[in-house]
């Protein structure tokens, strides 16, 4: 039986192969340790590493026919997602009370958050030619730098094998929903692609005017060559285009719409990697990539208001990066790696200001930053039980200055049980985006990062021939030197980025997961977060306290799969400023796969595929005044050819 397992509680179904094939399981349930590159950059079996990990595979991604980025996190324990509408709209990410500015997120491990804004939108990562997604919660900024307090989500492309097959997926569904998505991959001698496109459009479900249409066009891939020397070259890509209208323009109490707010996104990126073994004891990895986003916006008159600002702006960014590892084995029982990098930002905003009408006000904002940076970390194994591993970077930037940031963490494993011990302390730091540090009448120079410093303990248990696993982790995180909007008479906007903030956050996730039957798997979870503003004295902004998982999937015949999944998210305070609240909320999702057609002719086997989101129609809104969907559906038709 082949499944991705996730761990801390995170489902991780997979189709059985097996099942697929209607070959008979075996009555013992098996379960691979994944190996997981993001939380310590080289392959490393999970069950040795000292940090709490998920890891989401391509196989969970079909079982449950996501068919947005945003939607598989919600899963995941210590996650919170906010949602600004329907697709396309913006969508953030928070991991155990930390901003979405200082949750790092990556694709192939090139960075995709905004040098300006500071924080990655995960509509723009599509679900094309995805392997797995490695998601590493608590501070890694020794491995990646600025803005890895909360943690790491890493997107990973799929290496094209073996012969050459395709796969179709075509769906419609609610509010004039549809979705067409194609892939082709495999080998041939050295050689190896996997390549995919998907197209995506909806009318919108707020209907009291029609402004809330979106459209996203992706393409993602990979394509390499294995060389005979062991040798291995690639080049992954993506690009999404999104073109979206935006009903809302301002939320709070009223939340005033807007009839013709409308943006358009391109959003592409590459990666060029070799890898080289240079002798049993010494490897080598070198990457380069670039990323490039831009953004433009209409929002000219009506309403009136829209005249007093910004009808008209283009906002172009742009990331290099290069990356140089080195990996040497001393022994069996020790690697050092040690990894030098470079990066380079550029934010470029052109913008039509309407103070006066007609307007006449044209801006244009241009600013770059470099940053370089060297780190070391060892890990240490002993008697196949015991895992150490820390690090350290060094950080330095042409701005803002320098940060040192270590890490060290700890996983004990006592087999004969069943048992890992594991945990781990840290320090990161969240650097000052462009606009905090540069934009005109706005930005403040004298800023420097905010810092954190976290811990965490936890147990993982597995009993019953590992049929049944359940885990706890205590986490604690303190930050200080937070960047916020404060008071400055005399200033263009009356405030400026400032220093001035410090919070904490402390809580516990809870998993469990259990077989008891091999078509049957039962999960929860649950995360208990206390945040505390320090300076305001108050929770922390849309940080919710309680977050719920749970979920089935069963599959009671070879040829059905079904699933149901429910979340329960506690009320959370919307801002400082704004002393409301928004209310908790519960959704229920499901689904499930039904094999239609064998084989026949080049089709190996054709699907009908559903997947249902909230299901009871629950009226909640994940950012206050902006109502979340309510029933919708998604009907399809998957065809594997051969």
């Known amino acids: 039986m082949i499944r991705t397992v996730v761990t801390m509680g995170a489902l991780a179904l997979a189709v059985s192969t097996a099942a697929a094939q209607e070959v008979k399981q075996t009555p013992e349930v098996k379960h691979t340790e994944p190996v997981v590159v993001t939380a310590t950059k080289v392959e490393t079996p999970r069950e040795q590493l000292g940090a709490s990990v998920t890891v989401i595979g391509e196989d969970e991604l079909k079982t449950y026919n996501y068919s947005e980025f945003q939607e598989v996190m919600r899963q995941v324990p210590g996650v919170d997602i906010q949602r600004f509408g329907g697709l396309g709209r913006n969508s953030s990410i928070r991991i155990r009370g930390a901003n979405p500015n200082q949750v790092q997120v990556l694709v192939d491990g090139m960075r995709v958050k905004s040098p300006t804004l500071g924080s990655a939108e995960l509509s723009e990562i599509s679900l094309d030619a995805i392997e797995r997604i490695e998601v590493v919660r608590g501070p890694q900024s020794t491995l990646y730098g600025a803005d890895a307090i909360g943690g790491v989500v890493n997107v990973i492309t799929k290496k094209g094998a073996g012969p050459v097959q395709s796969t179709v997926h075509l769906q419609a569904g609610s509010y004039a929903t549809f979705r067409e998505q194609a892939n082709v991959q495999g080998s041939y001698g050295g050689f190896n692609f996997n390549l995919s496109g998907s197209r995506y459009d909806t009318e919108g479900y707020l209907r009291r005017f029609k402004n809330d249409d979106a459209e996203q066009t992706a393409f993602g891939g990979r394509i390499g060559y294995d060389f005979p020397w062991k040798g291995e070259l690639s080049l992954s890509g993506r690009y999404v285009k999104l073109e979206v209208d935006l009903p809302i323009a301002f939320t709070g109490r009223p939340t005033v719409l807007d009839p013709n707010f409308q943006q358009q996104t391109d959003t592409w990126l590459y990666n060029v990697a070799y890898t080289q073994p240079m002798l049993d004891w ?120 320098d940060s040192l940031t270590p890490r060290v963490s700890v996983a004990l494993l006592v087999k004969e049980i069943g048992t890992k011990l594991r945990g781990g302390w840290a320090k990161g730091f969240r650097a000052p985006t462009i606009n905090d540090l540069l934009f005109p009448g706005f930005g403040n120079t004298g800023l420097v990062p ?83 503003d320090a300076i305001a004295h108050t929770d922390l902004a849309r940080t919710p306290a309680h977050h719920y998982n749970a979920g089935v999937a069963v599959t009671p015949t070879p040829r059905l799969t079904l699933f149901a999944q429910a979340t329960v998210v506690s009320s959370s305070l919307e801002s400082a400023s704004q002393a409301f609240r928004n209310h908790g909320y519960h959704r229920i999702d499901a689904g499930g796969t039904f094999r239609l057609f064998g084989r026949y002719g080049v089709v190996d086997r054709t699907e009908l595929t559903a997947r249902i989101e909230n299901l009871t129609d629950e009226s909640y809104t994940e950012i206050f005044g902006v109502k979340a969907a309510g029933f919708n559906a998604l009907v399809g038709l998957r065809a594997y050819l051969k």
């Open 282 to 401: 010494w490897r080598w990895r070198v990457r380069f990539g670039q990323w490039f986003n831009n953004v433009g916006s209409q929002n000219p008159p009506p309403p009136p208001r829209d005249a007093f600002g910004v009808p008209v702006s283009q906002t172009d960014t742009k990331r290099q990066e290069a990356e140089l590892i080195n990996s040497f084995d001393v022994g069996t029982w020790n690697t050092i790696t040690i990894g030098l990098e470079h990066r380079r930002e550029q934010g470029v905003t052109r913008g039509v200001f309407a103070f006066l009408f007609p307007p006449e006000d044209v801006s244009v904002f241009h600013k770059t930053i470099n940053t370089s940076s060297v780190f070391g970390q060892d890990e240490i194994r002993l008697f196949d039980r015991l895992f150490v591993t820390g690090g350290l970077r060094w950080e330095d930037n042409d701005t803002y200055g």
């Open 450 to 532: 905010e810092h954190s410093e976290s811990w965490e303990v936890g147990v993982d248990q597995k009993v019953w021939k590992d049929r049944l696993r359940f885990g706890t982790t205590y986490f604690h995180n303190s930050f200080k030197d937070l960047i916020q909007s404060a008071p400055a008479p005399g200033s263009p906007f009356g405030v400026l980025p400032k220093n001035v903030g410090r919070a904490r956050t402390y809580g516990w996730e809870n998993y469990v997961e259990v077989e008891p039957l091999d078509w049957l798997l039962l999960y929860a979870n649950y995360t208990i977060t206390r945040s505390r």
